[in-house]
Nanobody, 123 residues
Framework: QVQLVESGGGLVQAGGSLRLSCAASGRTFSSNAMGWFRQAPGKEREFVAA???????TYYADSVSGRFTISRDNKNTVYLEMNSLKPDDTAVYYCAAARGTQPMRTIYDYAYWGQGTQVTVSS
């Protein structure tokens, strides 16, 4: 069974940092781009960041560019380093594996999804 499992979420004060991890099991995603999305209450799921299959290309949403960093290792794990967090970053964060090798911004380009991890930023 293919699974993506996120971890590292929690409660943090504004200006703080968190590091999310996404571990894959059941198959390797070394040939897939990976992405992070988030969904706040009452809002649609939105793109946060994506990384190509070899890690050489990354895309970020304008709202997180310069504060968040996506990375991946060779052990089927993807990370999202989040700095200078703001209350607007509060959401459930989802990891996803893309259908192809290049980073994509839309949910329709992703075939596998994790269950999500809650990030809450207090003011």
């Amino acid at each position: 069974q293919v699974q993506l499992v996120e971890s590292g979420g929690g409660l943090v004060q504004a200006g703080g940092s968190l590091r999310l991890s996404c571990a894959a099991s059941g198959r390797t995603f070394s040939s897939n781009a990976m992405g992070w999305f988030r969904q706040a209450p009452g809002k649609e799921r939105e793109f946060v960041a994506a990384i190509s299959w070899r890690g050489g290309r990354t895309y970020y949403a304008d709202s997180v560019s310069g504060r968040f960093t996506i990375s991946r290792d060779n052990k089927n794990t993807v990370y999202l380093e989040m700095n200078s967090l703001k209350p607007d970053d509060t959401a459930v964060y989802y990891c996803a594996a893309a259908r192809g090798t290049q980073p994509m911004r839309t949910i329709y380009d992703y075939a596998y999804w994790g269950q999500g991890t809650q990030v809450t930023v207090s003011s």
